[in-house]
């Protein structure tokens, strides 16, 4: 693989424990079995849609209550290093339940064709559940579920909230005849491909409805929002069961002939190879929660805050925190409605020359979490800083980019850390720590201390805003915040200041910035634009006032 290619290795940092499609995977395995007329045997139809849920259980398979595995599919399972029916939720889990759905329709058995069938439009529905979508999972898990902040009522979130409706199932069964079917490869090792691939197509048609989602949790959402909500939700379900109808119908026709895919690892590089490609070539504007802020953004020519920006892949992927979509986008918007003008700089062309001039984005403005990054994208953002170009830093990892506030940075102690690095676990310091701004920061947000009047570790969801760091004192920086604990006071956040008193780098940690930590704002009155709070606002501007040349 060449270094090009590395920097498109996505790693999945936090454990995969949050299920997506609720009650809704009964709904999409009811349909996928109506749209199956005639594919499956008619003893497997109920247990389709009883065993939807499967993948959502980490249980051994060979202690699974419900279906007993056979011993030559636990074989299988156990060669591709496959422990729980959760593993099916991954591209090579689906290759593999499909696999074993082939060799179930050879033999015919029932049982075992509903099995499989049911485990495979569970992991296909979930890659279109709209609670991976960046902006609709950060309300879910930390803005409503976590932060009980009040929104309008919306449509739901669940693909059940339209599909039982007397209304809803008639939209659903409209939206499902127009679903023609979308024949597989007749050769099985790209008809193995075609499947592995399908999440990231699934992934972009269900994030270009996540902002048409959310528009419904407005305050004071018109009928038209609402209607294009139930719309875009009952799309995302049909679509899952669509998919779902179309891979089962591929295996019953792989194992008529006798052709037996196989998960090979030159499959596997494969796969890996055109999943880059295809994550290469997404359009920015798939991630609904930046469409907007790509029309508000200012021409290439005009100076401008340059806002680093990924797009989204599948379920819980990223080169940076899973919710850096959203405070981004948060903080875009936020410049755009104080008239500061900013653009979108995609990560995915910093290797090209003038992605990133100085001379026309003076400040770059990153949320980073892990930073995976490759080597030529380092390489671009530390050539822009050599160049005179400025870091607003939210970390996340800082990558050594930050000059003197990069050597001041070391990782504190986890039993001091205000955010758990434990998915869905709180720590006692979220209580206890109060949070103080000096220099430029004081007279942006004023002498008084402030406390997580939202505790940001939530029980469940990707979006905690985690940072590991603390700050050291030294020469050429200051200090910009402070936490306080019972017993010791541990500065944050800070500037690396230039010989002309003007900052070169700010690094400040996801928690003080995320919205609606440190706000005690209880409201949210469009969801679908979101922005920072009255707290991360004047912090960005303060920011921005001590970075700007
Ligand atoms: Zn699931």
Not at 475 to 491: F, G, Q
């Amino acid at each position: 693989m060449g270094t090009k290619a590395v920097s498109f290795v996505f790693v999945c940092l936090v454990p995969l424990r949050l299920f997506a499609w609720g009650s809704g995977h009964d709904q999409v395995n009811e349909l996928a079995v109506e749209m199956l007329h005639g594919t499956v045997p008619t003893e497997s139809a109920a247990n389709i849609v009883k065993w939807s849920h499967t993948p959502d259980d980490f249980t051994p398979w060979d202690k699974l209550k419900h279906f007993q595995v056979p011993p030559d599919d636990l074989a299988v399972l156990k060669a591709h290093r496959m422990d729980s029916p959760y593993s099916v939720h991954s591209p090579r889990g689906q290759a593999v339940a499909f696999i074993l759905l082939v060799n179930a329709f050879q033999v015919n058995d029932a049982q075992r064709i509903a099995f499989w069938s049911a485990c495979l439009l569970h992991a296909l529905a979930d890659e279109a559940a709209c609670n991976h979508d960046p902006l609709i999972h950060y309300a879910t898990y930390a803005f409503t579920g976590g932060y009980r902040l009040k929104t309008g009522a919306g449509v739901g979130l669940d693909f059940s909230n339209v599909a039982r409706t007397a209304e809803g199932k008639e939209l659903v069964r409209r939206l499902a005849a127009a679903e023609t079917w979308r024949p597989l490869p007749s050769d099985p090792d790209e008809a193995l491909l075609a499947i592995m691939l399908s999440g990231l197509e699934s992934n972009a048609y269900m994030t270009r409805r996540g902002s048409i989602i959310a528009a419904s949790f407005a305050i004071g959402a018109t009928q038209e929002q609402l209607a294009a909500s139930k719309i875009a939700l009952a799309e995302l379900g049909v679509h899952g069961a669509a998919r779902g109808r179309d891979v089962i119908r591929a295996g019953k026709e792989l194992a008529e002939h006798g052709r037996i895919p196989k998960l090979t690892s030159q499959l596997e590089a494969a796969f890996a190879k055109r999943k880059a490609a295809e994550v290469a070539a997404r359009p920015l504007s798939d991630d609904s929660l930046y469409a907007d802020l790509l029309k508000t953004q200012a021409p290439d020519d005009q100076s401008a805050i340059g806002v680093l920006v990924e797009p989204s892949v599948t379920m819980n992927q990223a080169h940076f925190s899973f919710g850096s979509k959203l405070i981004t986008a948060a903080a875009a918007r936020s410049m755009h409605l104080a008239g500061v003008p900013f653009r979108l700089v995609d990560v995915r062309s910093l290797e090209k020359e003038s992605a990133l001039n100085p001379k026309v984005t003076p400040v770059l403005v990153v949320c980073a979490g892990p930073f995976h990054v490759g080597k030529p994208a380092r390489d671009a953002l530390a050539a822009y800083a050599t160049a005179g170009g400025r870091f607003l830093w939210i970390g996340g990892e800082h990558g050594g980019l930050l000059g003197k506030l990069s050597e001041s940075l070391s990782k504190g102690d986890p039993a001091v850390l205000p955010v758990s690095n434990h998915y869905g676990q709180d720590t006692p310091v979220a209580a206890t720590a109060r949070f103080r701004f000096l220099a430029e920061f004081k007279e942006a947000l004023g002498e008084q201390s402030y406390r997580f009047v939202h505790n940001p570790n939530t029980k469940a969801g990707w979006q905690v805003p985690r940072c590991s760091y603390l700050l050291r004192p030294a020469a050429s920086v200051t200090v910009l915040a402070e936490m306080h604990l019972p017993d010791k006071t541990l500065p944050v956040a800070g500037a690396w200041l230039g010989p002309a008193g003007k900052a070169k780098a700010i690094f400040i940690p996801e928690y003080l910035i995320a919205p609606y930590v440190l706000s005690d704002e209880d409201t949210i009155p469009d969801l679908s634009r979101p922005t920072l709070d009255k707290v991360g606002s004047r912090m960005l501007s303060a920011a921005l006032a001590t970075l700007r040349p």
